[in-house]
Structure formats: structure tokens, C-alpha cells
């Protein structure tokens, strides 16, 4: 990489142009630690993330999608699941926070046109950084199909150079552990997905969550669910994907499933304290990590994410 100030200033240029309007984003240092102490449901990266992202230090914070972009972008072959995979990717990292000024300013023509809190948030240079390679993570740098050619790291990035970027990065081969399986049911009416916060364990009254349940080991077993817990025939459904989730050893295969509601599925969800929020409603509220990896990549407007996704409908509305 020859220029590592000019990836710098191309990412933050980047951010400014594709950061979401996210609750934290918005707060004082207080709501950052809370919001990513949910968010990541306290992992070890939490604490880089609030000190930069809250006090502007140059402290580095790697969670999943930072070690996604930092393994990619210099071809890490350790595997991020082992120790000298994770101490690499925190070498990696304090290195590049170390290049990002503390205060940057707002490239856009105009930077008293951008909002408040963007403007706010980019001048505090290092919680930028940090908060743009989660997003690169999040929007672009995906697990199975990463959406290179747009994005700003692309002339840098040694796992696209060498062809497959999407078998980085690396992990060990350790015995498998089973997987505990759910489902998650994304309904939709008029642009609007039906949700609801936790009633029970971590998070009750405050992280938001699809309707789900546990089930089998199967997809079919999924589809059979959606109809016992929604009433919709298997046939409504179709599947969006996987959002595999891992917390230490404990790993869970989230099957998700998204349909199209019709009335009487209206009136029954209503009696549960579910809500029907808009798409952009969705981004801004914390989800647990494999329910907000439903919306990041399957809910995202297709022209956030490059092709992929559910198309918005035509009556979208805030909620
Ligand atoms: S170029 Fe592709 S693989 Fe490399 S960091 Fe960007 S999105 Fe990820």
C-alpha cells in the first residue's frame, strides 16, 4: 500500500458520503458505551469503540466487520479465530488509527449543509475511522459476497488483488460445535416490517428483534414455524438467507424468512405489541447482532447495497 494518509482520507471521504443516521451517531458519551455495549453485547472491541468514538482517542476497535475489512484489505492467512489471527488484526488496526488526524474536516462542498450530528461526528477524526470501517464492514465488505468495485479501499485492498476476497478471512478448523437453530420472519406490509422489543432475556424492553422462535435443524423446519407462529402458509414465505451468529463457543444459525402480510395477519399481530416500522425506522433502533445482520443485509435499499436485498415497496413511509 503506498499511500496509507490517502486510504485515510478516501474512507473518511467515503463515510461522509454513506454514514447511516444511527441512534449513537446522535448522542452524548454516555449513549455511545450504552448503545455499543448492546450492540456488540459486550465484546472486548466495545471499549476502543467508545474511546474513540466518544472521546476521539486513537484507540483501535475491531470488531466482526472491522476484522472482515482488516483481514481483507492485507491478506491476513491467520485465522481470525486464533490468537495470533486476533493479534494481528489489533496490530493492524492500532497502525491505521494511528494515521487518522484527530479532527477532520467535512470534504463536502458545502459542510454546513450536511446535518449536525454527521458534521460533529466526522471532525472527531478517530471515532470516524473506526466508525467507517464498521460501516465498509457492514454495507460493503460482506462475509460471502463483498461489493468491491465501489468502494473506496478497493486500489489498496491485497484480498481483491489476489482474487478472492471472499475466502478471507481465515479460520481454524476446530471440532464443530451444533449450532442452535431459530427462525426470524420478516413481514412486510407497504414498506413497513413488523417488530417488537424483547419481552424476555438479554435486552428485554430494549433491543428490538423480528418475530422468531427456535426450531429444528432444518429450513423446512422454518417454513413450518412461520406458519404456526404467524399463520401464514409455508408457500407466503421465501427464504432471505442466514445470519449466523457467534458468542465465545456458542454459535446460532438464524434462518430468515421474509412474506408479504395480508389483513387478517394485521389484526392478530396487533393483540402482541409488535409494531410495523419503516426500513430507514429499522437502522436507527438497536438490534441484537444477527437480527440487525437481517436488516443490513437483506433490508438495506437495493441502492445502499449494490443489488442485493428485498426492493423497497412503493408506499414507504416513516414510522
Ligand atoms: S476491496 Fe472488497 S474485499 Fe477489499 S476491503 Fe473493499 S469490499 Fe472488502
Redesign the pocket.
Known sequence: MDDRAEVVRQLLRWFERRARDLPWRRGDPHAVWAAETMLQQTQAATAGAAASIAFNEPAPAVDGNVS??LA??HAVSEPADSAAGRRRLWELAAEWIRLVPASHEPQAEDPEALPAWKRRMLRRGRGAWNQALME?GAL??QPAA???AE?P??PA?L??TQGA?EKLPARSRRAKTAARQAAAFVLERRGRFLVRTRSEGFGAGTLWEFPNCEIEQTTEAAFAAAARVLGLPPAAWRKLGLASHSVTVRRAALHALHARAAEPIRRRVRRDGFRWLARRRLAELAFSAPHRRIIDTWLMPVQERAGFGIPPSPKQGNA
Open positions: 472482515r475489512v481483507r484489505l465498509l460493503a465488505c463483498p461489493a468491491c468502494y479501499l478497493a485492498c484480498a481483491r476476497p
